[in-house]
């Protein structure tokens, strides 16, 4: 992949079809389809329920889950609800700490300026 920070100017101006002076104005369309629109990418958040169940995934989490079903077959009952009991508050703290996480990332985006100063026909 070419690291374009790693290019002169003149190779800047060439790769990207542009002067010093702007770009003319009749000139964006045509540019546009070849390298798209200057927005920034949104990555989708994952919904509740996806974060939920990945909480689940965890190898040690299955390992505990294997341990209660094992534990509900040998007849120690209370040795199983106390593993659950485990997984569940393990789950329910991943899932709180994640969904916080998100909602922080999401506010963060809402105050960050996202805008550059172009210059359009000699003209910034």
Known sequence: MERVYQLSKDEIFQRFKTIAQGLKAIDIPVLQKEFWENVLQEARSKSKFSLLLAQFTDIMILV???AAIISFAVGEHTDAFVIL???IANAWMGYSQESNAEESIRMLKKMSAQY????RDNVP
């Open 116 to 119: 550059a100063m172009v210059i």
């Open 85 to 87: 009991a485990i997984i």
């Open 64 to 66: 505990l889950v294997i």
